[in-house]
T-cell receptor
Framework: AQSVTQLGSHVSVSEGALVLLRCNYS??????LFWYVQYPNQGLQLLLK??????LVKGINGFEAEFKKSETSFHLTKPSAHMSDAAEYFC????????????FGPGTSLSVIP | DVKVTQSSRYLVKRTGEKVFLECVQD?????MFWYRQDPGLGLRLIYF???????EKGDIPEGYSVSREKKERFSLILESASTNQTSMYLC?????????????????FGPGTRLTVT
């Protein structure tokens, strides 16, 4: 069965430090990949998506992610963390039989320490 | 801006009650989704609708049903609420994916309904 794993349910970084959130997926067909962010008491919003164009994808708020087919990874990075980045981050992969649907990972909660 | 609204932010119901969660989107999206969000499990799909009156079961449909009589509205129904259905419920909508169309596939989410069943 398809799956998405996110290494680390909770990540803490200092303000100004590099943010790295890991995502690995399984798919037997070319995937579409997504990162969503959920701020406290809100729904999810799209950070960025990979849909078979450039492998390095830039998103909102300075985030980017790189699709690596050989590693089945789609890790999310940001060079310098801000306090406002504290949130829950979800990686998602398109369902093989229906690209309209996605499978979400368990999420990573990011804390930013002043 | 796309707006997805959910009828309640917080809801408390008793075991055995019939519960209705309503979701409305204003972007003329064909696709609508109901998810359940639990800590450590991410979002799990309950039901998916790809058109009016059309629906598909998701990964965890047991104990739930849905209704889509109008394109903009998608309702989740708990026929007889149980304590294990205490959770955050998220509604989302999207256009159907079109190969090569980079603007498609994105799902737009409502703010969620936190349901407590006692």
């Amino acid at each position: 069965a398809q799956s998405v794993t996110q290494l680390g349910s909770h990540v803490s970084v200092s303000e100004g430090a590099l943010v790295l959130l890991r995502c690995n997926y399984s798919s037997s067909v070319p995937p579409y990949l997504f990162w969503y962010v959920q701020y406290p008491n809100q729904g999810l919003q799209l950070l960025l998506k990979y849909t078979s164009a450039a492998t390095l994808v830039k998103g909102i708020n300075g985030f980017e992610a790189e699709f690596k087919k050989s590693e089945t990874s789609f890790h999310l990075t940001k060079p310098s963390a801000h306090m406002s980045d504290a949130a829950e981050y979800f990686c998602a992969v398109s369902v093989e039989t229906s690209y309209d649907k996605v499978i979400f990972g368990p999420g990573t909660s990011l804390s930013v320490i002043p | 801006d796309v707006k997805v609204t959910q009828s309640s932010r917080y809801l408390v119901k008793r075991t055995g009650e019939k519960v209705f969660l309503e979701c409305v989107q204003d972007m003329d999206h064909e696709n609508m989704f109901w998810y359940r969000q639990d800590p450590g499990l991410g979002l799990r799909l309950i039901y998916f609708s790809y058109d009016v009156k059309m629906k598909e079961k998701g990964d965890i449909p047991e104990g739930y049903s849905v209704s889509r009589e109008k394109k903009e509205r998608f309702s989740l129904i708990l026929e007889s609420a149980s304590t294990n259905q205490t959770s955050m419920y998220l509604c989302a909508s999207s256009f159907p994916g079109l190969a090569g169309d980079l603007s498609s596939y994105e799902q737009y989410f409502g703010p969620g309904t936190r349901l407590t069943v006692t």
